[in-house]
């Protein structure tokens, strides 16, 4: 699950790491109205519009109806008209960003739309420097990583310049250690008040992505202001889905029109369903399977349209969700389903299918491959059933049915 910038930055300000001031704005004048507080609050005649999506690229980004302007924009109240200039401008951004669809390097070619920006102080910036802790799946801990290169994409460095990349393993008994801090600190280039209040930033940082069971937290550009502070001018969070039941605060953050609908769909039914590029939809129990099965369908030629779990307890009623999600993807040319009856027996997903078809209806081929508890018995209920589907006898020979039949 993934959050917004600004929602990043509360979680962090909670724990006491240095972020600076912003308002939330939906609306265009909730936008304006949040200028001049900061400017008279903070003393910087320097505010920064910033559009709230879950992309990266934000900055260099462009809206499709105003291609003027990107994602990202600061507003000066010069000596001429002072707060209120600022004021004006604001309110002409807000107005073309709002509603519009902002298309970065990460949201592909048909962008976002954005419903929410964040109005943020202007920081005297000293230096800019990249920071994250993220999950390290090669060691099974956290780990820090960071750059003198801030601003920059963090595979940029890695191809270009990856003598640049700072690495710290977190000993989960113990957290990372003051010394690992004041390596990292040192490492960056810090000095004085800087390198002391980036250890202390890094070490908080590492603290908050255990208590929040954050997947990554990605801090770019983690800036150093004129007077030795550090902030995080930028934050990206996501976490990991299994512990959100731990974590009521970062559930209610959850977003839905950033998510994918049919992702969406799927949580709410229990489903582990993630939307591919492919053209043969997958229905399947277990991940593991579901791994196997699109590994043969690409081995065969094919192209998985889906990774669809429906698990070990699935009901018919969780067969037709099932159903309704590969078949609502214009990209679908057919169906596999490939099921190994254990826990979920071969009749209770025969009826499902049968469900499924009549309440959703079929219009692309399908082919079923049965195996395991009560196979026989779901045969039956398939063959019977009237519907046009193809057997398979094991999980190839299915594959390369679906393949032939969608060729």
């Known amino acids: 699950m993934k959050i917004h910038e600004y929602q990043a930055k509360q979680l962090m300000a909670a724990r006491g790491i240095p972020v600076p001031q912003g308002v939330v704005a939906t609306t265009v004048d909730q936008a304006v109205a949040a200028v001049r507080p900061l400017i008279e609050e903070t003393g910087n005649k320097v505010v920064v519009v910033k559009s709230q999506i879950h992309a990266g690229g934000r900055g260099k980004g462009r809206f499709e109806e105003h291609p003027e302007i990107g994602g990202v924009n600061v507003v000066t109240a010069g000596i001429d008209g002072g707060i209120v200039a600022a004021e004006d401008q604001v309110r002409e951004l807000a107005g073309k960003m709002l509603g519009s ?20 102080q202007g920081i005297d910036i000293s230096d800019e420097l990249y920071l994250s802790v993220l999950l390290d799946r090669a060691v099974s801990r956290n780990i820090v990583m960071a750059s003198s290169e801030g601003g920059t994409e963090i595979e940029v ?12 393993e977190i000993d989960p008994a113990h957290g990372l250690l003051s010394f690992q801090a004041a390596r990292l600190a040192y490492g960056l280039g810090l000095e004085g008040d800087a390198q ?51 974590h009521p605060e970062v559930v209610a953050m959850r977003d839905f029109s950033e998510e994918d609908p049919a992702e969406a769909a799927a949580k709410e039914h229990d489903l582990s369903f993630i939307k591919l ?27 998985p349209a889906n990774f669809l779990d429906v698990g070990g307890g699935a009901t018919a009623d969780k067969i037709t969700e099932a159903f309704k999600l590969i078949t609502a993807d214009q990209n679908v040319r057919g169906i596999f389903v490939n099921i190994f009856g254990g826990i979920m027996k071969c009749d209770t997903i025969a009826e499902g299918v049968v469900e499924a078809v009549g309440e959703v209806g079929l219009e692309v081929p399908l082919v079923v491959r049965l195996e395991g508890t009560n196979v026989e018995l779901g045969k039956q209920i398939i063959d019977e059933s009237g519907l046009n589907v193809v057997s398979a006898a094991d999980m190839k020979d299915g594959a390369k049915k679906i393949v032939e039949l969608t060729s």
Request: proline share 2%.
């Open 157 to 168: 460095v890695a191809a270009e310049t990856p003598e640049k990349i700072l690495r710290e």
């Open 277 to 303: 590029d492919g053209t043969i939809g997958c229905m399947v129990n277990g991940a593991g399977l579901a791994m196997a099965t699109m590994d043969i369908i690409k081995y065969v030629g094919g192209e």
């Open 196 to 246: 002391r209040n980036g250890a202390r930033f890094v070490q908080a940082l590492s603290t908050a992505a255990v208590e929040l069971d954050a997947d990554m937290i990605e801090i770019n550009p983690l800036v150093v202001t004129t007077d030795g502070k550090v902030m995080a001018l930028d934050g990206k969070m996501s976490f990991e889905a299994n512990a959100l039941y731990r």
């Open 101 to 120: 669809t902002l298309v970065t390097i990460q949201t592909g070619a048909e962008g976002k739309t954005v419903n929410t920006l964040y109005i943020e």
